[in-house]
């Protein structure tokens, strides 16, 4: 996948400086300069992250070292790319997701942080974290477990705790919460299963399960586990009904007006 995905990012960087010359030279410069989608994501993400006491190439050094080292980051970050490209309406090709798209951007950045808190490399890690909120105003704790095929839509003021589980196929929209409920120490914020969809504006707080393939209507407050395949929504959420697919993070249907006729299926 990552060869095939890394052809049409070419290819699609080749039409682009075709259709806008102004554009051209940063194409070169963050795609068809490099010889694989690791040179290009390394290069891209370390030009984003980068500050005045922060070069360039130290940050684009720790980046090509974590995915040397943990080379499924790398293949993470091709789902993520192909979970944007197969959920987001307004993205009709593969390449404005690794140049523009703060979401993908902010979880990839993540991934860097979380492999040197791994490796006990704390601090870096929690600068890393601080350039993220910074950058991409998302904040997501260093140890928090991230999966593959994660989406953030729009991305914008979503923070996630220290002991937050995201698993695979999951999909966040803009200023969610996965917090804790208080100053409590120890295992203290959400899990969320594969397939899960998290509209925007919703907290989820606490050491709570999110289940399987459930549905998190826009605004909602959710304090306590929500069941596999079940669509909660309100302030606190309750169950409405079930979403109409099995996987609502790939199908990104927020109106949980329609899950409420399926509570019987």
Request: net charge negative.
């Amino acid at each position: 996948m990552l060869d095939e995905l890394w052809q049409q990012l070419k290819s699609e960087a080749e039409a682009v400086t075709k259709e806008e010359p102004l554009l051209a030279s940063y194409v070169y410069a963050c795609v068809l300069n490099h010889e694989s989608l690791q040179s290009a994501l390394s290069f891209i993400l370390a030009n984003k992250l980068s500050d005045d006491v922060m070069p360039v190439a130290t940050v684009r050094e720790l980046f090509d070292d974590a995915f040397s080292a943990s080379p499924k980051n790398i293949e993470h970050a091709a789902c993520d790319i192909k979970a944007v490209f197969e959920r987001d309406a307004a993205i009709c090709s593969y390449l404005p997701v690794i140049l523009y798209l703060k979401g993908f951007q902010s979880i990839q950045v993540h991934r860097l942080a979380h492999f040197l808190w791994q490796n006990n490399r704390k601090e870096l890690a929690l600068f890393i974290q601080s350039r993220n909120s910074e950058v991409f105003s998302v904040d997501i704790h260093p140890a928090c477990v991230m999966g593959h095929g994660i989406m953030f839509d729009h991305a914008t003021g979503i923070v996630i705790g220290e002991t937050s589980v995201i698993e695979d196929n999951v999909s966040i929209l803009q200023q969610v919460t996965l917090g804790g409920t208080g100053n409590e120490q120890g295992d203290r914020h959400p899990k969320i299963r594969s397939g899960v969809l998290i509209s925007a504006g919703a907290k989820v707080l606490g050491n709570i399960e999110i289940g399987e393939g459930a549905k998190i209507g826009a605004g909602s407050v959710v304090l306590s586990d929500v069941a596999a395949h079940t669509t909660v929504v309100g302030v606190p959420a309750r169950t409405i009904g079930k979403p109409t697919s099995d996987s609502p993070a790939e199908t990104m249907q927020q109106n949980v007006f329609e899950d409420g006729s399926s509570s019987d299926r």
